[in-house]
């Protein structure tokens, strides 16, 4: 299976970098027994606390490809990923009698991109959905089947966080992306951001953020990232030989930033993507390997406890999770009807997607304008 070849590389990882141990790049024999050993007493406490999930857990298949998981929410209902089921024809599900059961789509959420299938003649129990404020980055998370089997284990690598470009904090400068080791340096400020209201400008050095020393261009953007709107972090930076600190108040991201298309196509190599994999209110991130038609399954924590959904696969090692207490609010509201003749959640999606990227292109468009202005004033002055 490939979570235990995945744990059991973990596992040798860790044997193969403990302090002051050198490994050959060859398995010893007496090492793979002991992480054979250790993946499967991992596996055994899994099947100990899986049980609230393994119940709550089911199949979706579309003809005789499984398309998604669901996860149960009483009353002969399941919950799963809107836009991996609504374009598909003739859903179904299995029971723990391997009896099949037909999936009716009766309702969405699409900001969650979530659907309610009813089942006729399921069931099962409400999934109990627990609170995931109080998990830790680096918290262990279990991907979970309808067999009480892991279908993939990662860690919490980013803890919940909005995907939506309006709650997410807006510095509003362009970074020098070369790595300096003594902070970063502003090429470029927004007008009207807020940087620019605090007197950030081009050429100062960004030395600290909210207590922390920051050295690159990586570190500074992925701490920026992790904020959220009207957080009012402290900044530290460099002009000339003074350092200044000043407090702004972080405004939305006004576009959604792209990945590379280096990134993408790395992503897209290494396996399926989820029709929508961005723009969501909240999720935690994992790093767990799972496809695009493993949305929908319960991800619970070593204790066992439901602590989320898949809703998608993001990236090659990056899958997003709905946290479980986000879910249970959610459902406290009733769903949008669903029409089959209404545009597809994937395309609603893909069109937010696409004004959002022409108004970077027009921002950038702005930005360029700007510095050909200047680079012609230089001149005319020389």
Same mark, same amino acid.
């Given at each position: 299976m490939k979570t235990i070849r995945s744990i059991s590389?973990?596992?040798l990882l860790t044997l193969a970098f403990a302090p002051g141990q050198l490994r050959p790049p060859f398995i010893p024999q007496e090492d793979k027994a002991v992480t054979d050993q250790q993946a499967a007493s991992i596996f055994k406490t899994l099947r100990a606390v899986s049980f609230e999930a393994e119940e709550v857990a089911f199949p979706i298949y579309a003809g005789r490809q499984r398309v998604a998981y669901g996860v149960s929410i009483g009353g002969g209902r399941l919950l799963t990923k809107a836009?991996?089921?609504v374009p598909q024809g003739g859903l179904?599900?299995?029971n723990g009698n391997d009896e099949s059961l037909s999936c009716q789509v009766t309702g969405v959420y699409p900001d969650q991109d979530l659907a309610i299938l009813e089942v006729p003649g399921l069931t099962a129990p409400a999934a109990k959905w627990a609170t995931a404020d109080e998990l830790e980055e680096g918290a262990f998370l279990v991907a979970m089947r309808s067999d009480g089997e892991a279908q993939a284990l990662g860690v919490l690598s980013v803890r919940e966080r909005s995907?939506?470009?309006a709650d997410q904090g807006f510095l509003g400068i362009q970074m020098d992306p070369r790595e300096a080791g003594n902070g970063v340096a502003v090429m470029e400020v927004v007008p009207g951001s807020a940087a620019a209201e605090v007197g950030i400008a081009s050429g100062d050095v960004i030395t600290e953020v909210a207590g922390q020393k920051v050295t690159g261009f990586f570190e500074l953007s992925t701490r920026l990232r992790r904020m959220r709107s009207g957080e009012e972090p402290e900044i530290v930076?460099?002009?000339g030989d003074r350092f200044l600190t000043v407090t702004p108040k972080l405004k939305g991201r006004p576009v959604e930033e792209g990945d590379s298309r280096r990134?993408? *196509?790395m992503d897209q190599m290494s396996g399926s993507q989820? *029709?929508?994999?961005?723009?969501f209110g909240n999720v935690l991130q994992s790093d767990m390997e799972l496809e695009a038609r493993d949305a929908g399954m319960p991800v619970v924590d070593l204790q066992g406890r439901i602590v989320g959904m898949v809703i998608a696969r993001a990236g090659r090692i990056s899958t997003l999770i709905l946290p479980g207490d986000d879910i249970a609010e959610v459902l406290k509201a009733k769903p949008d009807p669903f029409t089959p003749d209404a545009p597809p959640l994937a395309r609603r999606r893909d069109d937010q997607l696409n004004d959002g990227r022409r108004a970077r292109m027009q921002r950038e468009l702005e930005m360029m304008r700007r510095m050909m202005e200047n680079l012609q004033r230089e001149l005319e002055k020389e």
């Open positions: 590389a973990l596992l836009s991996e089921v179904f599900t299995t995907l939506k470009a930076f460099k002009r990134l993408q *196509r989820s *029709r929508v994999r961005a723009d």
